[in-house]
């Protein structure tokens, strides 16, 4: 699936749909309560349930409560409001929420020049298997991609990455454990220029516990990367994993405070029934969500889209916008 047109292709909206099918289904089950029919207005008490369904689809109390406020708003006094018209406000509101995402196209992918991606974030949340899906993407549009192994703290991260290095055929630069991560992304992008790669990606510790030696680490990559190439690094993308909810936020405070983070990917969204997450995630850090990770596959990271991904919370079509 490309990059450029990833619309166009048939299976991105049912790969959507698969994802947050479990989500949708909440939501969309207490929305058809909201009235008995489409021309039935709406009561308090029903606001109270859909109240319920959001902040179970982990959308946030300051979504959820904003959203109903408008509800509240549109039918104060006897003014009348059908459940469409709910739909269409709630879109309205959340694309507005998401409107910090700035489209489907990172900077690694436009330079003729070597690009230096850095991939971030805790333990546990998927980011190597993340970098492996970010590299076949890379691919897709014709890229030759290198890895930097510079989470030289466990041992096990740089087997994991070689083995998406197998799985992607992209070269591994590393060095033994315990090196210093700097000098590994050095002779990465030193390696880059050699072989004529379009995109070094590197992988660095998320040892959270040890955070203030963790983000001096990636401050001192970064003078690396600008050192070597003008504006390194392009893109810092923070993983954050869904399923551990409000809990990711606050891991994400930590690397947005220093690393420069320029974008996030969210992993594990496949059939999750707390895929309001990623509002919860666009409201409190306004940061632009890059990139979606739906299943185990390498293919499955799919380019995020705003409103596909809300048309498919609400099941809105054409017809309903």
């Known amino acids: 699936m490309s990059i450029f047109n990833y619309r166009e292709q048939p299976g991105y909206f049912k790969r959507m749909k698969d994802a947050f099918q479990v989500t949708a289904q909440d939501i969309n089950h207490?929305?058809?309560?909201?009235?008995?029919?489409?021309?039935?207005?709406?009561?308090?008490?029903?606001?109270?349930?859909?109240?319920e369904t959001l902040l179970g689809a982990d959308m946030g109390v300051q979504t959820t409560e904003h959203l109903l406020g408008k509800i509240r708003e549109a039918t104060a006094g006897d003014r009348f409001i059908t459940r469409q018209?709910?739909?269409?406000?709630?879109?309205?509101?959340?694309l507005q929420i998401l409107g910090e995402s700035e489209g489907p196209l990172d900077r690694a992918l436009s330079r003729k020049d070597l690009s230096v991606v850095f991939v971030v974030g805790v333990n546990g949340v998927g980011k190597t298997t993340t970098i492996g899906k970010l590299a076949r993407l890379y691919q897709g549009e014709g890229k030759k991609v290198l890895f930097s192994a510079s989470d030289t703290f466990r041992a096990a991260?740089?087997?994991?990455?070689?083995?998406?290095?197998?799985?992607?055929?992209?070269?591994?630069?590393?060095?033994?454990?315990?090196?210093?991560?700097?000098?590994?992304?050095?002779?990465?992008?030193?390696?880059?220029?050699?072989?004529?790669?379009?995109?070094?990606?590197?992988?660095?510790?998320?040892?959270?516990?040890t955070k203030s030696n963790l983000m001096q680490e990636l401050e001192k990559m970064s003078r690396v990367a600008s050192r070597e190439i003008e504006d390194g690094?392009?893109?810092?993308?923070?993983?954050?994993?869904?399923?551990?909810?409000?809990?990711?936020?606050?891991?994400?405070?930590?690397?947005?405070?220093?690393?420069?983070?320029?974008?996030?990917?969210?992993?594990?969204?496949?059939?999750?029934?707390?895929?309001?997450?990623?509002?919860?995630?666009?409201?409190?850090?306004?940061?632009?969500?890059?990139?979606?990770?739906?299943?185990?596959?390498?293919?499955?990271?799919?380019?995020?889209?705003?409103?596909?991904?809300?048309?498919?919370?609400?099941?809105?079509?054409?017809?309903?916008?």
């Open 157 to 209: 991260a740089v087997e994991q990455l070689e083995i998406w290095g197998e799985r992607t055929q992209s070269p591994v630069i590393k060095q033994s454990p315990g090196a210093d991560p700097a000098a590994v992304l050095f002779d990465a992008i030193a390696a880059g220029r050699a072989r004529a790669a379009d995109i070094v990606i590197v992988d660095t510790a998320g040892r959270i516990h």
């Open 30 to 51: 207490q929305l058809s309560r909201l009235t008995g029919t489409a021309e039935s207005p709406i009561t308090e008490e029903q606001i109270e349930d859909l109240e």
């Open 233 to 321: 690094p392009h893109e810092v993308f923070l993983v954050l994993d869904a399923t551990t909810g409000q809990n990711g936020l606050v891991q994400a405070r930590e690397f947005l405070r220093s690393s420069g983070v320029t974008g996030l990917i969210v992993t594990k969204l496949d059939g999750t029934a707390k895929g309001g997450i990623l509002i919860a995630i666009a409201r409190e850090l306004h940061i632009p969500i890059r990139y979606i990770g739906v299943g185990e596959k390498v293919e499955d990271l799919l380019v995020f889209d705003p409103e596909a991904y809300i048309d498919t919370l609400l099941q809105i079509g054409d017809q309903d916008r």
């Open 85 to 94: 018209q709910v739909k269409r406000l709630i879109r309205r509101e959340l």
